[in-house]
């Protein structure tokens, strides 16, 4: 049965200091069921709490497959995903400090993004400004880059054109 989970990104280095902790190495891309975060919250949870986590996670480190705490000020909410059953563990600890002193908000978000839901992540080097179009889908026009001059129309090799490419094959 799949089940809501939250994915974020490490911000800081994190080194395991217990049996239980898991090691985070900035960007690295961790998942931490909803049930997980409701049990350490406990009754005080509530919808968007995921955004701002101030106490220790219990997740998966995506890029090592290992499960285990980490501090939840040491990483940034990236957003929902879906995933197998999830794994409950709650008990209060100390969190350390967070690196550099707390974090503030990465700024205004745009309209609905709250309650969009992020699948799959979008890597935030890949621009979003043009639309991404696989190179497996099928188009009915040619995809031409952002970048490239369009003063003059762009046919591709195959395209049979009305004109020999060849002056010397044209009839006379």
Do not use: C
């Not at 209060?92 to 992020?118: D, E, I, L």
């Not at 880059?145 to 060849?166: A, C, F, G, Q």
């Amino acid at each position: 049965m799949a089940s809501e989970s939250f994915q974020y990104r490490a911000l800081f280095e994190y080194k395991r200091e217990r049996g239980d902790d898991i090691s985070l190495q900035p960007g690295d891309l961790l998942t931490v069921p909803k049930a997980s975060l409701m049990a350490v919250a406990g009754p005080e949870y509530q919808e968007g709490d995921e955004r701002s986590p101030k106490g220790w996670l219990h997740g998966t480190n995506e890029r090592t497959k290992e499960k285990g705490d980490f501090p939840g000020t040491f990483v940034e909410y990236v957003g929902v995903v879906r995933v197998g059953p999830p794994a409950a563990k709650s008990w209060p600890r100390p969190v350390p400090p967070t690196p550099g002193g707390p974090q503030t908000a990465a700024g205004p978000q745009p309209a609905g993004a709250a309650a969009a839901s992020v699948n799959p992540v979008i890597p935030h080097w890949l621009p979003t400004s043009e639309p991404v179009i696989p190179h497996w889908l099928p188009t009915s026009e040619p995809v031409i880059p952002h970048w490239l001059p369009t003063s003059e129309p762009v046919i591709p090799h195959w395209l049979p054109t009305s004109e020999p490419s060849d002056p010397s094959l044209a009839s006379h």
